[in-house]
């Protein structure tokens, strides 16, 4: 058993505590925004926070997270599109989609920690997340859109 907060919501989960917590999300809780794409935590299509730190949930125990505040894309915003998710569809970013959770949960860290980030500081933190559609000249002009308007939320 673990007990896990979720997008504001705390969940008790009859959950072995080594299951990763990809599955306990998807599997479990029902939030399948959350992507499996390698299992071996290098694509980072898994990508959650976990108390505001980008965490690539496939590897990471659901032990680890019990205590702390975890936001899939689904708890990104309560309200509609956040300007992050506005500026992607601005610039297009999404070619096939499976891996764009993950990049912009990895964006909206970013821009929590570093509200105008350089163009190196976007690819030093985006290149933790691989797209194989090769979107990452608008990833970049997509996060530089939602820093000038006030971040990833």
């Known amino acids: 058993m673990v007990t896990l907060t979720v997008n504001g919501r705390t969940h008790e989960v009859d959950a072995d505590p080594s299951t990763p917590l ?17 299992g071996i935590a290098e694509c980072g299509a898994c990508t959650v926070h976990v108390d505001g730190s980008a965490t690539k949930s496939c590897r990471t125990p659901a032990r680890f997270a019990e205590g702390k505040e975890i936001t899939t894309i689904e708890g990104l915003s309560e309200d509609g599109l956040t300007g992050l998710q506005q500026a992607w569809l601005d610039h297009d970013v999404v070619q ?3 891996c764009q ?9 970013l821009l929590e920690e570093n509200p105008s980030p350089s163009d190196a500081e976007i690819d030093e933190a985006m290149s933790d997340n691989i797209c194989r559609c090769g979107t990452y000249n ?6 530089k859109q939602a820093a000038g308007q006030g971040g990833g939320r």
């Open 96 to 98: 096939c989609g499976y």
């Open 138 to 143: 608008r990833m970049r002009d997509a996060i």
């Open 101 to 109: 959770s993950g990049h912009i949960m990895r964006a909206a860290a």
């Open 22 to 38: 990809l599955w306990v999300l998807r599997d479990h809780l029902g939030f399948t925004g959350t992507k499996f794409g390698c």
